[in-house]
Structures are given as structure tokens and as C-alpha cells.
């Protein structure tokens, strides 16, 4: 199985990048994941089920410690190359 999670982290600063931000690109960097889209307002990364789950806990767990008062996230199932992923 295949998923896409989207996500934000608040508060925003439209100044420079908070930590909580930075931490967050930095766990998607370092995971196993096949597609990477970090920008000012949003954030989409997807792979297979095993590395998005392990990269959501350690997004959630290091951007809370790094100061972010909210996570909104969103996971999605979707088709794998081989058209078999599951709605």
C-alpha cells in the first residue's frame, strides 16, 4: 500500500522559517520516502505505508518538541505503480 500525507505545521512565520518547520523538512529528508514537496504553506510527501507512518511519528513527536503549538495532517491511500492501490 501506498500513501500521500499532507501536512502543516503553525505557528507561521512568513519572516524566516520557524524550527518547527525546519525539523519538519528535515524528517522527511532523512526518510524512505519516494516524493518529497515541502513548501511555505504546505507540505506532501508519499512512499510506501511503513516509511510514511514512521516519518508522520517522527514529524509529529520532533516538530511538537520544536515549538509547534499545531499539526494538520492528512493521509491519503493512493494508487501504486501498478494501479492496484486501494480508494
Given amino acids: 500500500m501506498r500513501l500521500r500525507v499532507e501536512f ?5 512565520d512568513l519572516e524566516e522559517a520557524p524550527a ?6 528535515q524528517v522527511l529528508e532523512a ?7 515541502v513548501g511555505p504553506f ?4 508519499e512512499g510506501a505505508a511503513d ?5 508522520v511519528d517522527a514529524l509529529l513527536r520532533k516538530a511538537l518538541e520544536a515549538g509547534a ?3 494538520s ?6 494508487e501504486d505503480a501498478s494501479g492496484e492501490g486501494e480508494r
Fill in 69 to 71: 503549538t499545531r499539526v
Fill in 8 to 12: 502543516t505545521t503553525e505557528p507561521f
Fill in 20 to 25: 518547527h518547520a525546519l525539523v519538519a523538512r
Fill in 31 to 37: 526518510a524512505e520516502l519516494d516524493a518529497v514537496d
Fill in 73 to 78: 495532517l492528512q493521509v491519503n491511500v493512493i
Fill in 42 to 45: 504546505g507540505n506532501t510527501a
Fill in 51 to 55: 516509511g510514511v507512518l514512521t516519518a
